[in-house]
């Protein structure tokens, strides 16, 4: 009984943290929102030690702000934070791509070509409702832009433009969440697509910055008009 106890937590503790993840990424868990525990731990039937668990590992991810003796809660957002997320994406996914498209077989082309084909089938919102993101979307979306520096050979690289592109889809959420969306009618990700298979290293770079730039601006007006309001 003890062992199977002890094999149990974890996994209740990492599907606590996969269900607080989600919600603050897509914003129903918003910016600076307290996290007590024991709240927590009845909104997700949950023990106090596993919530406990999945709150130090959102900290340590920097999706959570753990503060001494006033417990723990959403990372708050910032035009200032946001400027600097949007320039280490610039920096890290070049690298990737450089690399991707150097090293790049036929293999990888087929999956950029593929995850892009995903993305452009899957309606961006939920056919019923067209004000609500489709979660299926937000997959392949990243599934896309991981796609693109899936070859460079560096496991750490894949896994730190993964984790960019996730604390950008919290700021692009509470944008959504805000009303705030895209109106750039060009297809960015097929252009994207098309010069990465096409081998055109600095024209991809350019793309993918101005893809990345042109959404943190409008992204911003939201974090301005939030800190506005947090005075």
């Known amino acids: ?51 406990r668990e999945a709150l130090n590992r959102l900290s340590a991810e920097g999706l959570v702000l753990q503060e001494d003796n006033r417990g723990f809660k959403v990372q708050p957002v910032s035009v200032p934070e946001l400027i600097d997320l949007t320039q280490a994406r610039c920096w890290v996914n070049e690298i990737g791509v450089r690399e991707s498209i150097e090293k790049g077989d036929t293999e990888w082309e087929e999956a950029v070509i593929l995850s892009c084909h995903r993305l452009k089938r899957i ?27 899936s070859a460079c050979g560096s496991n750490w690289m894949i896994d730190t433009c993964s984790r960019l592109f996730d604390a950008a889809e919290r700021y692009r959420n509470l944008a959504r969440g805000a009303g705030v969306s895209r109106s750039d009618p060009r297809d960015e990700h097929q252009e994207i697509m098309s010069a990465a298979v096409d081998r055109k290293t600095d024209l991809v770079i350019e793309l993918l910055n101005s893809h990345f730039q042109r959404t943190a601006q409008l992204v911003q007006t939201v974090v301005v008009v939030g800190e506005e309001d947090a005075v």
């Open 1 to 51: 009984m003890v062992n199977a106890a002890l094999e149990q937590r974890p996994t209740r503790a990492s599907s606590i943290y996969l269900l607080l993840r989600d919600d603050i990424l897509g914003g129903s868990l918003l910016p600076g929102a307290k996290l007590n525990i024991r709240d927590l731990s009845n909104t997700y039937s949950s023990g106090l030690s596993p919530v």
């Open 123 to 149: 309606p961006r919102f939920l056919p019923d409702d067209e004000t609500v993101p489709n979660p299926k979307w937000a997959v392949v979306h990243k599934d896309f832009h991981q796609s693109l520096i």
